[in-house]
């Protein structure tokens, strides 16, 4: 027997799409439009490392600038990485092009 594929977005085998909005992303083609958006204050990231702290139970902690198993105490936010730079800045995105419309 062949045991299935494991699908993962940290696998680089899943995107994340809307057919409707015309976009898809992997993990790692985000992370590398991230870390080109961010410019100087991010160069030498490597963006396959940086797509692998964006999926499961991983924490980015902003006092010490790295991502945990567990979030910060300190962390103004308690979410998981792909919620805190995926999923948040989409939601922003959208509440502002959707809201023009009204």
Request: proline share 7%; with cysteine.
């Amino acid at each position: 027997l062949v045991a299935p594929p494991v699908l993962s977005p940290s696998a680089g085998n899943v995107v994340f799409a809307s057919g409707e909005h015309g976009w898809l992303f992997s993990l790692e083609s985000f992370a590398r439009i991230y870390l080109e958006r961010q410019g100087k204050r991010m160069r030498g990231v490597n963006p396959a490392a940086f797509a692998q702290r964006l999926w499961g139970d991983r924490y980015f902690c902003p006092d010490s600038r790295r991502f945990k198993g567990k979030p910060s105490v300190t962390a103004k936010t308690r979410d998981r990485s792909f919620v805190q730079f995926v999923l948040s800045p989409l939601y922003k995105i959208y509440a502002q092009v959707l809201g023009e419309d009204s």
